[in-house]
């Protein structure tokens, strides 16, 4: 990849979607971190480096961490207080998390890092926080909404990135994250071909004013961290592609990994299917992962950075 094999340590590593893309693009992952024990199985069922259970608030001692030597930090702290799908209340606690993040980037000072959240985030206080912080640091910024359907996901999900670098040009990657993206978004179909044996398929709508029948050719609405059968009281809705027949069902817990763009040799382990669910949704889309983790080793190698 480079003349010099970076380190990377993985925060709020999860089951390991951002881990597994940045080692598809040649990083050398050597250590991730998490405090959930079923994400943390799942983890460790698929990486031979080490994850390890830890309470990312407390920065007080980040010695298990400095002790890796990391190169480049990756992580996404949780998002549910920023999120559509959560509460939006940054006073609910775990909003903290993304100033706990900044204080480990800030005092490890890996080479680079990346952050990612929902696009909610952009209204938050502590957002304008964090990127001081990174700022006050000597780190150069890029930040932007990516959709994953135009980075190689088969699936619409529009995540905020930071990704910072020390010493770097404010915007240093901005120029690479925008060229690689594709301009028509990638459908199920697109990546699957006829692989997934049906046409249409059924996502419950937040509410009955949105449709619920989705075809495969087209992305995929957002994977959240939770499913739930037909209700009986859908009726259909005038933006379906189909009208609910017998054989139209929601994916299964499998096929949303699949849909986050995990390999098929993926090993997800017996465990509940809310428990399944839950890390699938919350995971950050493999190709996506990759996708950034490419713009940066291009970028590093273009520059010669030891």
């Known amino acids: 990849m480079t003349k010099k094999e970076y380190r990377v340590i993985d925060l709020f590593a999860g089951c390991g979607g951002l881990s597994l893309g940045f080692q598809n693009a040649g990083f050398n992952v050597v250590a991730a971190f998490d405090n959930w024990d079923e994400a943390i199985e799942i983890y460790q069922m698929n990486f031979n480096h080490p994850i390890i259970k830890r309470d990312l608030g407390d920065t007080s001692d980040l010695s298990d961490m400095a002790c890796f030597a990391p190169d480049i930090i990756i992580g996404g702290p949780p998002c549910q207080d920023y999120s559509s799908a959560g509460h939006r209340d940054e006073d609910l606690g775990r909003a903290k998390l993304t100033i706990d993040y900044a204080t480990i980037i800030t005092t490890l000072r890996p080479k680079f890092f990346l952050m990612e959240n929902v696009p909610n985030i952009q209204k938050s206080e502590k957002l304008t926080q964090v990127l001081n912080m990174f700022h006050k640091s000597g780190y150069g910024i890029s930040r932007m909404v990516i959709d994953a359907s135009k980075c190689g996901v088969p699936q619409k999900r529009r995540r905020y990135i930071v990704v910072g670098g020390l010493g770097e040009q404010e915007g240093f990657l901005d120029d690479l994250l925008l060229a690689g993206q594709t301009k028509k978004s990638m459908t199920m179909r697109d990546y ?32 959240r961290g939770v499913d739930r059968p037909i209700p009986p009281g859908y009726h259909g809705h005038p933006n379906d592609p189909s009208p609910l027949t017998p054989d139209i069902r929601i994916l299964t817990p499998e096929e949303r990994s699949w849909v986050q763009t995990f390999p098929r040799t993926f090993q997800w382990g017996e465990r509940s299917k809310t428990n399944l669910n839950q890390a699938i949704g919350n995971a950050v889309p493999v190709k996506l992962a990759e996708y950034i983790a490419k713009c940066l080793r291009d970028y590093i190698n273009a520059k010669k950075i030891n």
């Open 192 to 223: 699957f071909g006829d692989t997934l044996g049906f046409q249409y398929y059924f996502r419950v709508p937040r509410s009955y004013s949105r449709r619920g029948i989705f075809s495969i050719d087209e992305p995929s609405m957002t994977i």
